[in-house]
């Protein structure tokens, strides 16, 4: 038989999937999830039993939280991506490491094929071909789902006619959890108008005293909360914990996907959303204006190009290479208060403030020139618009 890894969520695609490519196409199938945060272990226990109920060969859940941050989330941080000043590219940063980490297990295994569960209306199915294309282009790429156009009641008709009969009950909402946020999809973010009610967001309101936190800063990366010290990847999960409980970080999130139609999606996203503004307060102390500005510009592309699957391209390692370098003196604690829905950045403290009254106050005082100084700088300054606006009178 022949080997194929199928990229397996446990969900009613992925296992239709399972079961159509053993005893339909003949293959040994090889089941993978990868774990970007978001997954018990109870939850993963429970997706590799149902694996082995589709009749698959072998299981295997891979751990990708650290590379997923190490080689994404902490450029994402770096670079104060929000797409469209909103989104933290939350689920599709995560389909990118899936995708690698997936393609490496098929070649490792030696896999003459690899499949995945993506319909033909979305973005996930271009990121994941784009990606398997470019480690093993001579590999088969399999799509039942994509390809057949089931419903999803002709996909449970068909497991049960397979000796699979589950309780495939769709939840009234969609919902991705990852490290760096989870996506909340249902009937109203179908529309233009309506939002999500309460009930739909996972976390939901706990703690209504607000609480300030402290987050440091060491080179751009966050390094401790409350002086409580830890790898980024785990003090980004507990900043989550804490900050869900005040029911921070949601939004709808409205954009162009990579096929060309607008979408909609709904999101949690405290940790991103705190880590993100905290950080950007904290380069606005330390960072020049021409970092600041050059910065907005280069990251703005870097998300783009993430969420349009373009990651492999070697511009991306350009961006990231000058992401890196910019973070030298990003360094310092952010003061954060949380409250319930919202919170508020109250200010940092870092040696690399470039905020040092010893220059100056702004508005109030100057301590590095006099008056004159001031008047010349001034004049020389405006010179490029006064010889514009003599030449050109009146247009």
């Known amino acids: ?35 970007t945060g978001g997954f018990t272990i109870d939850e993963i226990a429970h997706i590799e039993s149902n694996a082995y109920k589709m ?44 995708a690698i980490e997936i393609i ?25 071909d ?54 909340v999809g249902g009937a109203e973010t179908l529309t233009s108008n309506k939002s999500l ?28 909360i409350d002086d409580h010290v830890g790898e980024s990847h785990h003090l980004i999960e507990q900043l989550n914990d804490v900050a869900s409980a005040y029911a921070i970080g949601r939004d709808i999130h409205v954009g162009d996907t990579i096929v060309g139609i607008k979408g909609r999606v709904g999101f949690e996203a405290a940790a991103s959303l705190i880590l993100v ?17 050059h910065k907005e510009y280069l990251s703005s592309f870097y998300g783009m190009h993430l969420h349009e699957g373009l990651y492999l391209d070697p511009v991306m390692r350009n961006i990231e290479a000058f992401l890196q370098s910019s973070q030298k003196s990003v360094t310092g604690k952010v ?7 919202q919170f508020l950045l109250d200010g940092i403290e870092s040696d690399f403030d470039l905020m040092n009254a010893g220059y100056g106050t ?3 005082e100057n301590k590095a020139w006099s008056a004159d100084d001031a008047k010349g700088f001034i004049k020389i300054y405006s010179n490029a618009q006064k010889i514009y606006q003599q030449v050109n009178k009146g247009s």
């Open 362 to 364: 702004y508005g109030e």
């Open 277 to 293: 503004k905290a950080h950007h307060l904290l380069e606005k102390h330390t960072l020049s204006k021409w970092q600041l500005q």
């Open 335 to 341: 003061f954060v208060t949380l409250k319930p829905y």
């Open 104 to 128: 490496n297990y098929a070649n490792e295994i030696g896999a003459t094929a690899i499949a995945h569960g993506s319909t033909g209306a979305g973005n996930d199915q271009v990121r994941f």
């Open 55 to 98: 009749g698959v060969k072998t299981y295997e859940n891979i751990d990708a939280v650290e590379t997923f941050y190490d080689k994404i989330v902490k450029y994402l941080i770096f670079g104060n991506v929000l797409k469209n000043n909103t989104y933290p590219l939350s689920v599709s940063s995560e389909r990118i490491i899936q």
């Open 197 to 224: 009610p309460e009930s739909a967001y996972p976390s939901q309101l706990q703690e209504k005293e607000p609480k300030q936190i402290a987050l440091s800063f060491t080179n751009g990366e966050l390094t401790a």
């Open 130 to 183: 784009m990606i398997f294309q470019t480690f093993a282009p001579d590999m088969e790429i399999i799509t039942p789902i994509r390809d057949q156009k089931l419903s999803r009641q002709q996909e449970i008709e068909y497991l049960k006619l397979n000796g699979v009969d589950m309780n495939w009950e769709k939840s009234q909402y969609s919902v991705n959890k990852g490290l760096w946020g989870t996506s």
């Open 1 to 35: 038989m022949k080997k194929l890894v199928l990229a397996y969520s446990g969900g009613l695609d992925t296992s239709y999937c399972a079961v159509h490519l053993s005893k339909d196409l003949g293959y040994e199938v090889h089941a993978v999830s990868v774990n």
